[in-house]
């Protein structure tokens, strides 16, 4: 789980996963995982997770607020 006070290293890799469709979307560095997610061109972000390599999970509303992270605009 993400916490507010960790750093966030946007180029670390994971796999956004459909939960509905039971499919995996893309593997990718985090900065692209999220975009991707609040695009939606697979459905809606309610619909998705990311699962990182090191075994985080990112729920919905994780991946919202990493959306809106300033460390993600550069």
């Not at 061109?41 to 985080?56: C, F, K, L, P, W």
């Given at each position: ?33 999220v ?32 959306a ?7």
């Amino acid at each position: 789980m993400w916490t507010p006070l960790m750093e966030i290293d946007w180029n670390s890799v994971g796999t956004l996963k459909h939960t509905v469709g039971g499919y995996d979307i893309r593997t990718d560095a985090l900065k692209i995982l999220v975009t991707a997610a609040m695009q939606g061109h697979e459905g809606d972000v309610t619909q998705m997770r990311i699962e990182m390599e090191d075994g985080v999970v990112l729920l919905p509303d994780e991946i919202r607020c990493l959306a809106l992270a300033r460390s993600r605009i550069r």
